[in-house]
């Protein structure tokens, strides 16, 4: 049954694919549209019904002439199942006398130069007599009528069930007929389209299945069909019992014995080796490894485990991963470094400009660990914003040193085991992503990059922070210890540098084993040395450009990096400057003429309308407004504080998103205002009679911390004097209710964030004085600094004697006394 793949016509545009969709509404052929000859084609082992669709592949010379004759006129044929499959030219004699009319639905020419033709029945019909057999065979016919069927009788509906019953056990009992033929026996309703359907796909002989044809009576032709089917179903259930007695009689001892010989012959036959040659390959394999006394023991024990588990048997392909996971780690194996201390510093230099401090540090610690052979490796934690050139400096790090570079990301580890591996006990165990580094590196002191570790996640699967504190501590990574290689692994010698954005993030614990480097961000100098040097060249590689194609004029790299990149780091500035040889990359390719310099205009022309201004100083001609300096993860920013008073009854309100840090510096510097009110010469009226607002703008933007109580009391003593702030002026530092001004963090970003917005004097604390000297003087060109340790030197500083030119005039009442 079902023998015959359904068939999909692709881009059909005629209305046959109607028919060939829904065959049980396909009408007759009417006699009035048959030829009075009908050509008639004789096929082989098949016979064909009325309403099914089936492919026949014509080869015999008479039918390729038939077919294509018919194919151009009305497509109708005749089709006569052939009774000798075996003769090549068939007799008429060999034919027999009753058929089906056709229509070609589909003709298609292959390569090989035979025809394939598409073609659904339509009428039963009778030879009447064979009228010629040249150029092809031609008779006349008559068609044969169906009577019409009450198919709500009784007797109908029950053969109809029948026959869809028999059908049904038949897809059962063989598996090799497709699923979807249940589905096309489900949509049919019609008993005519059903009978000839079944007749079709039926596994018999094509007597029988012309017998069927034959029959004159639809219910008869039902009838006969169901008995074929029963026979059918009688074989293979035979057929079934059979294979259940025969699988049944032979034990499983035989069943795992005979296969384990196929695979044996296989085996021989492919080259591969059996069990007991791998763990003599194994073996030798480990002989030339230098184990420490634990890990050679646990080897040879896993070993001969593994000769005694099944190769059939689930745990062998677990325990032969991990013994090649232990053969494959470089146990004991070290590239040799490079001590040319000259050479290392010119692969540093040529690779990042600045940065001076970290170079230094290797250059240290090259020196140290060429005197000192057996030097442990230090671990290093390059903190700083994005962008700066972090995780890139690694790899200069390890060409330096010529040692093997692996990187490990840890922006959202969240799993323990991604660190410290899985115990094989569980389904899928791996080892951790540290000693898969190790492995793929194939060496025992590569330079290790752990990328972003300040983005560690801790939740129920553990804290990966924790098992990083074995890793990065230089007295316990020598026996590092991975859940699944379950022994010690040396990590002492592994150069491991870390980065981050926030130290705030890292676990305290774990950021105490780190050496922290800072790395702050570039001055403009900088920024411009680094795209001549290293951007620009890069862009123009990546973009198949020639360093003869354009020049970039020193006016152009400025407006990129004033007017549309501020940042610490310089990789909007790469992008930017990406867009601008992509845009002379266009010209080159389509041959058209372009201006080989790039200059300012040409900046402005690509990359559209200045995103930032080229001073963001927004003058003192308003009082309550001063300029403060905050630091983020992307550097240093300029902020203004601006305070406003309104008639009310004393009320503060403070706005911009601030944190709570901000918001305690804002109440303390009130606090001392009010107590130093008569010093500064405030009436203590208005601090009654005028409600005060504090604002820090660009309110969508969270803001916090401990660097605005001087700029916020210096906004407050402003708008309450009405005195300008000193013009050029920014300030950053922390107040007390005493008045002391506290030191703060970030400098040298805050720096770069007011030489970048036009300031020109800088307000700090006292002790803030070292992290200044720890600056290069070049960054500090055009730059003023005043120290100071109380308010009254920042207002001594800030405030102007002089009022702004429109001042508010303060309307104040006495307060009446009450009992």
């Known amino acids: 049954m079902f023998k015959a793949n359904p068939i999909q016509l692709v881009q059909e545009e005629s209305d046959d694919l109607i028919q060939l969709i829904n065959p049980e509404q396909d009408s007759d052929i009417k006699p009035e549209d048959l030829p009075e000859e009908l050509s008639i084609l004789p096929i082989k082992n098949t016979v064909l019904f009325p309403g099914v669709v089936i492919p026949i592949t014509v080869g015999r010379q008479k039918s390729i002439k038939l077919v294509k004759k018919a194919y151009q006129g009305n497509r109708i044929i005749g089709v006569i199942a052939q009774k000798n499959s075996q003769a090549e030219e068939p007799i008429i004699d060999d034919l027999y006398r009753t058929g089906t009319v056709a229509r070609i639905i589909k003709m298609l020419v292959l390569p090989d130069g035979n025809t394939t033709i598409i073609i659904q029945g339509k009428n039963r019909f009778t030879v ?31 053969l109809v069930q029948s026959l869809k019953d028999a059908a049904t056990k038949i897809l059962k009992l063989n598996p090799e007929i497709p699923q979807e033929a249940q589905v096309a026996l489900d949509n049919i309703s019609s008993m005519s389209f059903l009978v000839h359907f079944l007749s079709s796909n039926l596994n018999a002989e094509v007597g029988d299945k012309q017998k069927i044809l034959e029959t004159q009576n639809i219910t008869d032709r039902g009838t006969l069909l169901l008995q074929y089917m029963l026979k059918d179903i009688q074989m293979l259930e035979i057929k079934h019992e059979i294979q259940k007695k025969v699988h049944t009689d032979i034990d499983q001892q035989q069943r795992d014995y005979f296969l384990r010989q196929q695979i044996k012959v296989l085996q021989d036959e492919l080259g591969y080796d059996g069990p007991d040659k791998e763990v003599e390959k194994f073996r030798r394999r480990a002989e030339t490894k230098q184990w420490t006394k634990q890990a050679a023991e646990h080897l040879n024990k896993e070993l001969d485990k593994l000769l005694r588990i099944n190769p059939m048997a689930a745990e062998y392909p677990v325990a032969m991963n991990y013994v090649e996971f232990m053969l494959d ?29 970290v170079k230094n540090r290797i250059l240290e610690y090259l020196a140290v660990l060429k005197l000192k052979q057996d030097m442990k490796g230090p671990i290093l934690c390059l903190y700083g914003p994005p962008g700066v050139g972090k995780t890139s400096l690694g790899r200069s790090i390890a060409k330096a040193l010529q040692r093997k570079y692996v990187r490990m990301s840890l922006g959202g580890v969240h799993d323990e085991a991604e660190i410290r591996g899985h115990r094989k006990t569980y389904v899928g165990a791996m080892p951790g992503k540290i000693l898969q580094h190790i492995k793929k590196s194939q060496s025992s002191n590569p330079v290790f990059v752990l990328d972003e570790i300040d983005k560690v996640k801790a939740d129920f699967r553990g804290d990966p922070s924790s098992a990083l504190l074995e890793v990065l501590d230089p007295e316990q990574n020598s026996t590092f210890g991975d859940n699944y290689l379950e022994v010690d692994y040396d990590l002492s010698k592994v150069l491991f540098v870390a980065t981050a954005n926030s130290l705030d993030t890292i676990h305290p614990a774990l950021r105490d084993r780190m050496e922290i480097i800072e790395i702050t961000g570039y001055t403009q100098e900088e920024k411009v040395e680094i795209a001549v040097k290293h951007l620009i060249p890069k862009q123009l590689k990546e973009h198949g450009l020639r360093a003869s194609d354009v020049k970039f004029s020193k006016d152009a790299i400025n407006k990129t990096i004033n007017s549309y990149t501020r940042e610490s780091g310089v990789r909007s500035l790469e992008r930017k400057i990406g867009t601008l040889v992509r845009h002379i990359a266009k010209s080159v390719a389509m041959e058209e003429e372009y201006d080989k310099v790039i200059s300012d205009e040409t900046v402005r022309k690509v990359l559209g309308a200045e995103v930032f201004d080229e001073e963001l100083y927004q003058g003192n001609d308003i009082a309550g407004v001063v300029t403060g300096l905050a630091w983020t993860q992307v550097g240093g920013e300029i902020l203004f504080v601006e305070s406003s008073l309104s008639r009310g009854k004393g009320a503060l309100t403070i706005s911009g998103q601030l944190g709570d840090v901000m918001k305690e510096s804002a109440v303390a510097a009130l606090s ?13 009226r208005l601090f009654q009679q005028y409600d005060l607002h504090i604002h820090v703008p660009a309110g969508a933007v969270p803001k916090d911390g401990p660097s605005a109580g001087i700029t916020m009391f210096t906004s407050l003593a402003s708008i309450y004097t009405q005195r300008k702030v000193k013009a050029k002026l920014a300030m950053t530092g922390e107040i007390t209710l005493r008045g002391k001004v506290l030191p703060v963090g970030g400098i040298k970003e805050k720096i770069l964030a007011a030489k970048r917005s036009g300031i020109k004097e800088i307000l700090l604390s006292a002790k803030n004085r070292r992290d200044i ?21 920042v207002l001594k500083i800030a405030l102007l004697k002089d009022r702004i030119t429109v001042p508010m005039k303060f309307v104040l009442t006495d307060q009446k006394a009450t009992a």
Not at 131 to 158: C, D, F, G, H, M
Not at 773 to 793: A, Q, R
Request: no cysteine; net charge negative.
């Open 773 to 793: 000297e720890e600056i290069e003087k070049n960054y500090l060109k055009g730059l003023t600094f005043h120290y100071v340790d109380n308010v009254e030197e």
């Open 128 to 158: 009447k007599e064979f009228v010629q057999e040249e150029p092809y065979l031609t008779a006349r016919i008559a068609l044969q009528s169906e009577p019409i069927l009450n198919a709500n009788n009784k007797e109908s509906r029950a």
């Open 672 to 684: 001392y205002l009010k107590s130093n009110a008569e010093a500064l010469q405030i009436d203590y």
């Open 329 to 357: 780690l470089p146990w004991a194996e070290y590239t040799e470094d490079d001590f040319d201390l000259k050479r290392a510093r010119k692969v540093l230099d040529h690779d990042h400009f600045g940065l001076e401090k």
